[in-house]
């Protein structure tokens, strides 16, 4: 089989892992567990991938993307015939593991591709490294959001499948927000109205988006205090009332959760001295709104509204739609 010239002969396993959309230590790992090693190794040490080694992981990459066993699919990538192991184009055009993306930053296909191989080191590089790239908005909407959405349609179209990585996506995704949030600000500092309160409202558990808007606030040295999911009503009440907060954003994913009552009683609490009384502004976000009528609070599309509207810039409280419906995530 001859070299292919978007082949290189001798790729070190860092570019080879670039080129595949895997982590070098995904490789090393296949190396030593089902023998898919290079070809020719420097010193007798250092490896060097042939564009047969690229063919034979490029099947490898297939199989387990549709969800083969990797040990199956190491045997079946070894005794594939030689001319049915031609190296493929470089992973920019390839889909996403199998993925319903559609038209999507290229950094999602990759992602993608790691998470249908359970591939957790690849999935923590790739998203860390989109958060120090974009900053935590851009690479939440348009890296972490199109893939969870594309994880949860394969999902909801394949049975009981592909559960295992959303699950997987979900935790790193988390993870990677959590450590992209910086400690929490003094509230002296930007924001003497009090801080941003971010809750789920009872019954809620799908925090991720507000994680990011957490995350953020943070790189914007906002105050905020992040309470999670399904926040009990009068918890919820208690801290408002203690706080003070400039803000309160209720995330609700089903309109089952939405709870107006709720909504209403935190945009009625009042605080302060007479005569110089201040109420929060209460964004409604996530899907579970979405139908309701809540004249008076805010209700921003995206993230990037969302900050907007945190921040005192340019923003209408009239845009309709949860705080990203395209944002949701199952």
């Known amino acids: 089989m001859t070299e292919k010239p978007d082949v290189p002969a001798g790729l070190t396993t860092g570019a080879l892992a670039r080129r595949l959309g895997v982590s070098p230590t995904t490789l090393r790992s296949w190396d030593r567990r089902y023998g898919i090693g290079p070809a020719v190794r420097t010193d007798g040490r250092h490896r060097r991938w042939t564009a047969q080694d690229v063919a034979v992981l490029e099947t490898m990459c297939r199989l387990t993307s549709a969800g083969v066993p990797p040990a199956e699919a190491a045997k079946a990538a070894r005794e594939a015939p030689p001319g049915a192991l031609e190296p493929v184009a470089p992973s920019r055009s390839r889909a996403g ?19 249908v191989r359970l591939d957790a080191p690849a999935l923590e590089e790739r998203l860390a490294r989109a958060v120090e790239t974009y900053g935590v908005a851009v690479a939440w909407q348009e890296v972490m959001v199109p893939t969870l959405h594309a994880v949860g349609r394969k999902w909801a179209s394949s049975g009981d499948r592909y559960v295992e990585v959303e699950h997987l996506l979900s935790w790193h995704v988390s993870s990677t927000l959590r450590r992209a949030t910086r400690p929490p600000a003094a509230q002296t500092e930007t924001s003497p109205a ?3 309160v971010l809750a789920c409202v009872p019954g809620e558990q799908h925090t991720l988006p507000l994680e990011a808007l957490n995350a953020a606030l943070s790189e914007l040295r906002l105050p905020t205090r992040m309470f999670g999911g399904a926040v009990p009503a009068e918890a919820l009440a208690a801290a408002v009332d203690r706080l003070g907060p400039s803000a309160v954003v209720l995330w609700a994913q089903t309109r089952s959760s939405a709870s107006l009552p709720l909504a209403r009683q935190v945009a009625g609490a009042r605080w302060g001295v007479k005569g110089a009384r201040r109420k929060p502004l209460v964004m409604l976000g996530g899907p579970g709104w979405l139908g309701h009528s809540a004249p008076g609070m805010a209700r921003p599309t995206t993230l990037r509204d969302a900050l907007a509207g945190l921040t005192g810039e340019a923003f209408s409280v009239a845009a309709a739609g949860p705080l990203e419906a395209g944002e949701s995530v199952r």
């Not at 319903?100 to 998470?115: F, I, K, S, T």
């Open 97 to 115: 593991g199998g993925l319903p993306l559609g038209d999507v930053r290229q950094e999602c296909r990759g992602l993608a591709r790691a998470a």
């Open 194 to 196: 009090g801080p941003v």
